[in-house]
């Protein structure tokens, strides 16, 4: 089946504090969303990405484009006011039944074997939503004051978001919702059960400066590991 890969990087990303978006900070000396590109390129031969960008950085897409591995395999489309329009400027390329992958492309050490597993599981159950346990004690804030939730029925929700090309197409049919937080939240209005797969505590997302910390530090640790 075909493969389709929606790298969100329309943000600003205002709480890294920098004027240039934290999609473009250098990581081990390449954009941030470039690795986050190669990680599904490498995932699968056969692999289409829609990258998903603000006007004003097209020009900045385009070039980075250039020196992945793949470049004739990305198709490079502008974003829309929110998260919501941004996925729907990219899905509407998307003509073949196929496994839809939406992911953040500040989540650039996200595994092959998570976007594998993501991809057999949507294959079987329509969707998957990698999402990981919290262990952090976890309060809930009430109209009067707050109280603690059992952390381990609270898990935290990654990206790739995987679903089957014709769920995630018709739920973005759908108007426009505030409850829509991401991808999921989405085709669950549309009535349908969303399968939870086990995500990887690695696979974080770059928002603060302490972030690209811990990611560089993977990210030398991983390439250790491998040519070791």
């Not at 250039?66 to 974003?79: E, F, N, V, W, Y």
């Amino acid at each position: 089946m075909k493969k389709y890969a929606v790298i969100v990087a329309a943000g600003s990303g205002l709480r890294m504090g920098t004027s240039t978006p934290k999609q473009f900070l250098l990581l081990h000396g390449k954009p941030i969303v470039w690795h986050t590109i190669e990680a599904f390129l490498h995932a699968f031969d056969d692999i289409e990405i829609i990258l998903v960008m603000a006007d004003d950085y097209m020009d900045t897409g385009k070039k980075i484009i250039q020196t992945t591995k793949s470049p004739d395999h990305i198709r490079l489309t502008a974003g829309g006011e929110t998260r919501f329009h941004s996925v729907k400027n990219g899905i509407q390329y998307i003509h073949h039944p196929s496994i839809v992958f939406v992911h953040d492309a500040v989540r650039c050490l996200v595994s092959q074997a998570l976007i594998h597993s993501c991809y057999h599981a949507a294959m079987e159950k329509g969707n998957a939503i990698p999402a990981i346990k919290s262990t952090d004690s976890i309060r809930i804030e009430k109209e009067n004051g707050n109280e603690v939730v059992d952390r381990n029925k609270v898990m935290i929700i990654q990206t790739p978001q995987t679903f089957q090309s014709d769920i995630i197409k018709s739920a973005f049919a759908q108007d426009y919702s505030e409850i829509f937080t991401d991808e999921a939240s989405v085709v669950e209005q549309q009535g349908i059960k969303i399968n939870l797969v086990e995500g990887e505590k690695t696979n974080i997302k770059i928002t603060q400066p302490i972030d690209l910390i811990i990611a560089e530090h993977l990210l030398k640790s991983k390439i250790s590991k491998s040519s070791g």
